[in-house]
């Protein structure tokens, strides 16, 4: 993930020598790979509504072709080309994510290995608020924090894809919305504060992304019920 880290890298130290706050420049950082990912997200989103719309159509499929494999296929098929669908659409933007997470990851773990200033070797020791050393574990207060806020947006992520697939994600959702955070809550208090800011910021910045998407989860729902009334009445 050097490739990604580098650049990134470059972006702390300049964020740094401007501001003067490692702990400043950090969360800086993630409001902007946050901001550059809010595309990716509202793709993701957008792809799993769409999904959460056909899912009817879909059923009606597999129950009419359900001794005929082949022709369920084709017929789910010729679904998706008419509906504009992508049974893949949300696996891009997640691994784009991923790609993103892991840099920053590789970064903030190690961040002298992917910056060449000098003066970051000092400022990556700073305190922040009451964090004495942002390279050292803070063993309590962020680890809590980045769990809670990983717990709200998980929990609002799984209720935005509710309806797609639900049968199939029930059980790995009730594992992600408690086992993810428990793990977050964990390596938190294992790696540098620094990492531990980000995630809690990445992750309180995302539930006002969620927010915002339910916004638009409830209007498509609006428009699709007022589709249905003029289509009865037609």
Same mark, same amino acid.
């Given at each position: 993930?050097g490739?990604?880290?580098k650049?990134? @890298?470059?972006?702390?130290?300049w964020l740094?020598e401007?501001? =003067?706050?490692?702990?400043?420049?950090?969360i800086?950082?993630?409001v902007?790979v946050?901001? %550059?990912?809010?595309?990716v &997200?509202?793709?993701?989103?957008?792809?799993?509504?769409?999904m959460?719309?056909?899912?009817?159509?879909?059923?009606?499929?597999q129950?009419k072709?359900?001794?005929?494999?082949?022709?369920?296929?084709?017929?789910m098929t010729e679904? &998706?080309?008419? !509906?504009?669908?992508?049974?893949y659409g949300? %696996?891009l933007?997640?691994v784009?994510?991923?790609?993103?997470?892991? @840099?920053?990851?590789?970064?903030?773990?190690?961040p002298?290995?992917?910056?060449?200033?000098? +003066?970051?070797l000092?400022?990556i020791? !700073?305190?922040?608020? /009451?964090?004495?050393?942002? #390279?050292?574990?803070?063993?309590?207060?962020?680890?809590?924090?980045? #769990?809670?806020?990983?717990f709200?947006?998980?929990?609002?992520?799984?209720?935005?894809t509710a309806?797609?697939?639900?049968?199939?994600?029930?059980m790995?959702?009730?594992?992600?919305?408690?086992?993810?955070?428990?793990?977050?809550? /964990?390596?938190?208090?294992?790696?540098? #504060? =620094?990492?531990?800011?980000?995630w809690f @910021?990445?992750?309180?910045?995302?539930?006002?992304?969620?927010?915002?998407?339910a916004?638009?989860?409830? !209007? +498509? $729902? !609006?428009?699709?019920?007022? $589709? +249905?009334?003029?289509?009865a009445?037609?």
């Open positions: 993930m490739i990604l880290a650049p990134l @890298g470059f972006l702390l130290s740094y401007l501001i =003067g706050s490692y702990g400043i420049a950090l800086i950082v993630t902007i946050k901001l %550059c990912l809010y595309p &997200y509202a793709k993701s989103i957008k792809s799993t509504m769409k959460t719309e056909v899912q009817p159509k879909i059923q009606e499929i129950q072709y359900a001794k005929d494999r082949e022709l369920m296929n084709e017929k679904l &998706y080309k008419e !509906e504009g669908v992508s049974m949300g %696996c933007p997640m784009v994510q991923m790609i993103v997470i892991m @840099g920053l990851f590789a970064l903030l773990r190690n002298m290995a992917y910056i060449d200033s000098d +003066s970051m000092f400022a020791h !700073e305190p922040f608020l /009451w964090i004495q050393d942002l #390279a050292q574990p803070d063993k309590w207060i962020l680890p809590i924090m980045a #769990a809670v806020a990983t709200i947006a998980t929990l609002m992520s799984q209720n935005a309806g797609a697939n639900a049968q199939q994600t029930k790995m959702n009730s594992i992600m919305k408690y086992f993810f955070p428990i793990m977050i809550l /964990w390596m938190a208090r294992s790696y540098p #504060a =620094g990492l531990a800011i980000y @910021g990445s992750q309180l910045i995302q539930i006002f992304y969620n927010m915002r998407f916004k638009m989860r409830k !209007e +498509s $729902a !609006e428009k699709r019920a007022k $589709a +249905s009334k003029k289509k009445r037609a």
